[in-house]
Structure formats: structure tokens, C-alpha cells
């Protein structure tokens, strides 16, 4: 007789094939599929409503899947209890036992698993997030930030194969956020665990995972390292979602060459066809979307401007609004076809501000644009109405 494989030491990639979840004539997540690599630090990133917290749900096993598998390794855990899975999870709200000092709290799951001797790993945790000098202290003694150490060090001392962040710094303020975050991707690339972070946070996802799946309506939009989802998107709402983009329609001239020639109402524009996104075609007349970065775009008042640059694109307009960052100043510039172009520029000196009415030339490399199918929704993934999302 065959031995029973035990679930609880599976180990290996973690796999979501075909994976849906419906509830009633709601789709939370459609047909999913994706592998994440052993000892990666991926991120579902995703506005509330996209079904990044369903899969998580159905990956711990507080939720079952209408359809699909989830495998770790060679392991089917599709349909475990959530007890018996090599999974542990993360929350926003830290879940300590408050009666309990530090040290025990890291030493529970161990405890409950019948291991007698947990002492070296308790201190290894402890020491891991660099909190040995409280661990005689109450969860109620310490900072929200440290709380949160905690609640990772309980979850890594159990070595499970995969370790799962439900938005974990969500109730963090924005100064100590960054800085968990520097301190998860530590944490994550010294044990070496998966890691699967959970968050509607653009920063964070692209801060530690290697790799960032942007979900949206229950579906992957589009799956990559952050460097590349950022610079070439594919669709309309990864371009608005992650970070903010520019995007103005046009048609298509001519193909010549590499190059695609594209045509509004500001003029002409030329950009690399290695620059297109998802489903664009090339045909002539054909609607496209022109994408390009506030701060791929530079800003000069027109009288001290060139004529547009042999290698660039270029458009000219009026400053109708202007916002002082610090680093930088948001400069919102309103050109002849009615488009609305949002400019970041480094403040290398206060004195070059350009003041609102004055009349600019923006210009941009072709190859930091890039171009969308324009039969997509241009606003999609700006603005979400919370009202409208229930299954997050």
C-alpha cells in the first residue's frame, strides 16, 4: 500500500490552475492560473473588489474554490483544512495573544505542533526581527510596527512552504510602512520562504516582490517584475493602476520600419513598435492610446525651446496648473487639441518654476512611451468607487 503523502511537509512551487471562486451569480476570481516560484516574493496587487484576497482565501483554505487546483509542489491541497496546509497567513490586524508575552507568542505554533524543545527556534526568530530585547514584553507594550514583526516571526518559525501577507501593513503610517518594507523583503530573502503579499499598495508591491500580478474584475491583467510592468504595460488600467500615465488617443499613419507613425489632433508622434501593449494594431486608421510618464516628459518655456528634436516627440501647450512636490513640481499642461498632459519635473532649482499661462513645450524620447489598443477604456483603473466592490 502506497504511503499517504504528508500534506503538511509539501514542498515546491506553488501552483493555481484554473482556479474560480463564485458567490451566487458573482465571479470573485475567473479562471485563474499562475506558478509562483519557491523562495520568490510575489505580490497580488489589485483594487478592492479585483479578487486578490479570495485567492489568498482559497489558497489558505478558509475559502473553497468552485473550480480549480492548488498544488504546492506535487501536493494537491485543493481541498484541505486549513490546519493541515504548509500555508500560514499574515493579517493587517496582527491577531497576538495578548496575554502572552513575546516569546510565547512566537512559540505557540510550535508548542501546539507537540515540539518540547523550541527554545533555539523561538530565539533565532526573535532575533530575526530584531526584537530579542523585548520578548519578555506584552503584545500591548510595544509599537504597531513591532507588533507586526511579531506576528511575521510566530508565522516564519513554523517554516511553512508558503507564508501568506494579507495587506500586513495596511494599519501602519506611511514613514514606518516604508520601513517595514524594506524590513519584509530582508526578512523574506533570509529565510528564503514564498512569500505571497497581498495589497492594493502600487508602492509596496513594487518596493519587495520580484514579481507583481495586477488583478482586476477577477482576472490577471498582467503578471511580471515590477520594472517591467511599470515600463511597458500592456493595458490601459496597469498603466493608470501602477503609478500615473498620460494617455491621449490617436490613429495609426503608416508602419516604417520600427517605428509606428501616429497621428492626433497635436500632430504627429513616431514610437518603437517593440513599444506596443496587448492586441494593438498596425493597420492604417487603426485607434491606438499613446502612453507616456510625467516624468519621462521634459518642460520648457517655449521661447527657450528648440524645435523639436530629430530623436523626440513633441508638443507644445499652456501650464494651467502647477503643484510644488518638493522633489519635484506637478506641472498640468493644457495643449491645442484639448488634451490635458501631466509633467513632472526635478526641482534642481526653485527659480526655473514655470508659473501657470505660460506657454511650454513638452518633449520625449519615443522610446520611454508606449502604445495601448485604443479600443480600451481610457480612464480605466484611475478612479475605483469603493461603493460599487463588495469581495475584495
Known amino acids: 500500500m502506497a504511503k499517504k503523502t504528508d500534506i503538511t511537509k509539501a514542498e515546491g512551487d506553488l501552483y493555481l490552475e484554473n482556479l474560480t471562486k463564485s458567490f451566487g451569480d458573482f465571479t470573485a476570481v475567473d479562471d485563474l492560473s499562475l506558478q509562483v516560484p519557491q523562495g520568490s516574493f510575489f505580490a497580488l496587487l489589485g483594487p478592492s473588489g479585483c479578487g486578490k484576497t479570495t485567492t489568498l482565501r482559497m489558497v489558505s483554505g478558509l475559502e473553497d474554490p468552485t473550480a480549480g487546483r492548488i498544488r504546492i509542489g506535487d501536493a494537491d491541497i485543493t481541498h484541505e483544512k486549513p490546519y493541515k496546509r504548509p500555508v500560514n497567513t499574515v493579517f493587517q490586524n496582527y491577531a497576538l495573544f495578548p496575554h502572552m508575552t513575546i516569546w510565547d507568542n512566537v512559540a505557540f505554533g510550535l508548542k501546539r505542533r507537540g515540539i518540547k524543545d523550541v527554545k ?43 507564508l501568506l501577507l494579507d495587506e500586513p501593513l495596511g494599519a501602519l503610517d506611511l514613514k514606518l510602512r516604508r520601513q517595514m518594507q524594506l524590513e519584509l523583503k530582508r526578512i523574506q530573502t533570509e529565510v528564503g520562504l514564498t512569500f505571497i503579499h497581498v495589497t492594493h499598495d502600487q508602492e509596496e508591491a513594487m518596493t519587495m516582490a520580484d514579481t507583481v500580478a495586477v488583478m482586476n474584475n477577477g482576472i490577471i491583467e498582467q503578471m511580471g517584475a515590477p520594472t517591467q510592468l511599470y515600463e511597458s504595460p500592456d493595458t490601459a488600467f496597469v498603466a493608470n493602476f501602477l503609478g500615473q500615465s498620460n494617455l491621449f488617443p490617436a490613429t495609426v499613419v503608416e508602419v516604417d520600419g520600427e517605428d509606428l507613425v501616429l497621428e492626433d489632433p497635436d500632430g504627429s508622434f513616431r514610437m518603437p513598435k517593440s513599444r506596443m501593449g496587448r492586441n494593438v494594431s498596425t493597420d492604417r486608421g487603426a485607434r491606438v492610446l499613446v502612453g507616456v510618464r510625467p516624468e519621462k516628459i521634459n518642460i520648457a518655456a517655449l521661447d527657450a525651446a528648440a524645435a523639436g528634436p530629430a530623436d523626440g516627440n513633441f ?21 491645442p487639441g484639448g488634451e490635458i498632459i501631466n509633467v513632472f519635473a526635478q526641482n534642481l532649482d526653485s527659480q526655473d518654476l514655470l508659473p501657470v499661462a505660460s506657454q511650454v513645450r513638452l518633449t520625449w524620447k519615443p522610446i520611454h512611451g508606449f502604445v495601448l489598443d485604443g479600443r480600451q477604456d481610457i480612464e480605466a483603473g484611475v478612479e475605483i468607487d469603493p461603493d460599487a466592490l463588495v469581495v475584495s
Open 315 to 335: 508638443v507644445d501647450g499652456v501650464v494651467e496648473a502647477t503643484s510644488f512636490l518638493g522633489v519635484s513640481t506637478q506641472y498640468e499642461v493644457r495643449t
Open 120 to 162: 533555539k527556534q523561538v530565539d533565532d526568530a526573535l532575533e530575526l526581527i530584531q526584537l530579542t530585547q523585548v520578548a519578555q514584553r506584552k503584545p500591548t507594550q510595544l509599537s504597531g510596527g513591532q507588533q507586526q514583526r511579531v506576528a511575521l516571526a510566530r508565522a516564519i518559525v513554523n517554516r511553512p512552504a508558503v
